[in-house]
């Protein structure tokens, strides 16, 4: 049986579970914990930790942070008790990079309102809905062929987003009360020597752990994180990456082929991390 998942989309950003569907799935799955990592945003947190009540699961406040270290680096946040207004602004430059894609699909023809997708899909709205738009008009197969025919770098309908820097964004999680960890260290295809200048550039700014178990990695690719983590001195974490059907194949609590699986020791660890932060 699996313990935990510290890596979850809801609603609230791309996933297609909203925050409370995330917790009972969860729960029928007999996970002990989850953490809810939307995109740049808090907001799918009340509900969430509200359902972690009526289905006895803990729920941790959590978020993901895209930000700016040459190629994109993703930075989860656990334990926030706010978000520092550098972190509050990013929804809002969404907004605007958002704000650019619909009017391009506009001027194309195509019948999208921007006004519409907010109401739909709330305020963090990322290229996945765009994606969903496009399959629903019959453009793409599924998001994910969205993305490889129209939202991916150089597609007709990408348009880049401002983003923070990886030293304020680290240093504005600590700021918000949460702890900063290092999300899926293999996505940003960097070699031993360049991740590990990442992870020391990092922790000068108080990154506290690393995403060691993550869907698709293999044991030896944890096995080598895990050794990263030790060595640095810095927690492990661990979580799926679930979005629901915005990327059908990962599943909570397992990932892809069931190779996922997260201690409940980690989060222990974790918590204590954040108390310490909390009372300094
Ligand atoms: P945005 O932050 O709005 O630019 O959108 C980026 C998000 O799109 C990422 O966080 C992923 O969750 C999602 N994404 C990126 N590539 C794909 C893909 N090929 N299929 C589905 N979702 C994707
Ligand atoms: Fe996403
Ligand atoms: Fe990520
Ligand atoms: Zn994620």
């Given at each position: 049986?699996?313990?935990?998942?510290?890596?979850?989309?809801?609603?609230?950003?791309d996933?297609t579970?909203?925050?409370?569907?995330?917790?009972?799935r969860?729960s029928?799955?007999?996970?002990r914990?989850?953490?809810v990592t939307?995109?740049?945003?808090?907001?799918?947190?009340a509900?969430?930790i509200s359902a972690?009540?009526?289905?006895g699961?803990?729920?941790?406040?959590?978020i993901?942070?895209s930000?700016r270290y040459?190629?994109s680096?993703?930075?989860l946040?656990?334990y926030l008790?706010?978000?520092v207004?550098?972190?509050?602004?990013?929804?809002?430059d969404?907004?605007?990079?958002n704000?650019k894609i619909a009017a391009?699909m506009a001027?194309d023809?195509l019948?999208?309102?921007?006004?519409?997708?907010?109401?739909?899909f709330?305020e963090?709205?990322?290229?996945?809905?765009?994606g969903?738009i496009l399959t629903?008009?019959?453009?793409?197969e599924?998001v994910?062929d969205?993305?490889?025919?129209?939202l991916?770098?150089?597609?007709?309908?990408f348009?880049p987003?401002?983003?923070?820097d990886i030293?304020s964004?680290?240093?504005?999680?600590v700021?918000?009360?949460?702890?900063?960890?290092?999300?899926h260290?293999?996505?940003?295809?960097?070699?031993?020597?360049?991740?590990?200048e990442?992870?020391?550039?990092?922790v000068?700014?108080?990154l506290?752990g690393?995403e060691c178990?993550y869907?698709?990695?293999?044991?030896?690719q944890?096995?080598?994180l895990?050794?990263?983590?030790e060595?640095y001195?810095?927690?492990?974490?661990g979580g799926s990456?679930?979005h629901?059907g915005?990327?059908p194949h990962?599943?909570?609590?397992?990932?892809?082929?069931?190779?996922?699986?997260?201690?409940?020791?980690?989060?222990?660890?974790l918590?204590?991390?954040a108390e310490k932060?909390?009372?300094t």
């Amino acid at each position: 049986m699996r313990e935990i998942d510290l890596h979850i989309h809801t609603t609230a950003s791309d996933g297609t579970c909203t925050p409370r569907e995330a917790v009972r799935r969860a729960s029928e799955l007999g996970l002990r914990a989850i953490a809810v990592t939307d995109h740049d945003t808090i907001a799918g947190h009340a509900e969430a930790i509200s359902a972690g009540m009526d289905y006895g699961v803990e729920v941790v406040r959590g978020i993901e942070v895209s930000t700016r270290y040459g190629v994109s680096v993703h930075i989860l946040g656990y334990y926030l008790e706010h978000l520092v207004p550098l972190l509050a602004g990013i929804v809002n430059d969404r907004d605007v990079r958002n704000e650019k894609i619909a009017a391009l699909m506009a001027g194309d023809g195509l019948p999208v309102s921007y006004a519409e997708m907010k109401r739909r899909f709330g305020e963090a709205i990322g290229r996945p809905h765009f994606g969903r738009i496009l399959t629903e008009l019959g453009l793409a197969e599924s998001v994910s062929d969205a993305f490889d025919r129209f939202l991916s770098r150089d597609k007709r309908y990408f348009v880049p987003r401002r983003t923070v820097d990886i030293d304020s964004s680290v240093e504005a999680i600590v700021q918000s009360g949460g702890v900063p960890v290092l999300a899926h260290p293999f996505q940003y295809k960097k070699n031993d020597a360049e991740l590990r200048e990442l992870i020391e550039h990092c922790v000068v700014h108080g990154l506290r752990g690393i995403e060691c178990r993550y869907s698709g990695y293999d044991l030896g690719q944890v096995k080598y994180l895990e050794g990263l983590a030790e060595e640095y001195g810095l927690l492990k974490t661990g979580g799926s990456d679930f979005h629901g059907g915005n990327k059908p194949h990962i599943r909570l609590g397992t990932g892809i082929a069931g190779e996922l699986d997260v201690p409940y020791a980690w989060l222990e660890r974790l918590r204590e991390e954040a108390e310490k932060l909390h009372n300094t």
